[in-house]
Nanobody, 118 residues
C-alpha cells in the first residue's frame, strides 16, 4: 500500500504538530498502522500504533503527549503531537501492516521530518 506523510516541520519546545498519513487505497482493509521515528542518535522506535478496532499503543516517552487516530472514510491516519521536546526530533514514518508486532515488515512511507528547537 502506498503511504504519503505530511505535516512535519519545525516547532519550538512545548509546541504542537500534527502529522498525517494518506493511504493510496482504502484503509478499511489495513489491520494495523503506526508511526516509527528515526534519528541519527537513536535506534528506530515505534512511537504509536493503532489497530482497525482502534486499539492504541504508545511508547512510554510520548504517553500523554501524542495521540494517534485513523479516519477510515478519509483513508488518513494522524499523529497529534503536543508538548513537543527536542528529543522528539526525528524523521517520522507512517507504516501499515498486519499487526503491531510485525508493523516493521509492512509498507512504509517516505517520511516527514520533525525538528523541535529548545
Amino acid at each position: 500500500v502506498r503511504l504519503v506523510e505530511s505535516g512535519g516541520g519545525l516547532a519550538q519546545a512545548g509546541g504542537s504538530l500534527r502529522l498525517s498519513c494518506v493511504t493510496g487505497g482504502s484503509m478499511f482493509g489495513i489491520p494495523a498502522m503506526g508511526w516509527y521515528r528515526q534519528s541519527p542518535q537513536k535506534e528506530r522506535e515505534l512511537v504509536a500504533a493503532i489497530s482497525g478496532d482502534e486499539d492504541t499503543y504508545y511508547m512510554e516517552s510520548v504517553k500523554g503527549r501524542f495521540t494517534i487516530s485513523r479516519d477510515n472514510a478519509k483513508n488518513t491516519m494522524y499523529l497529534e503531537m503536543n508538548s513537543l521536546k527536542p528529543e522528539d526530533t526525528a524523521m517520522y514514518y507512517c507504516v501499515a501492516g498486519m499487526d503491531k508486532s510485525t508493523l516493521e515488515l509492512g509498507s512504509w512511507g517516505q517520511g516527514t521530518q520533525v525538528t523541535v528547537s529548545s
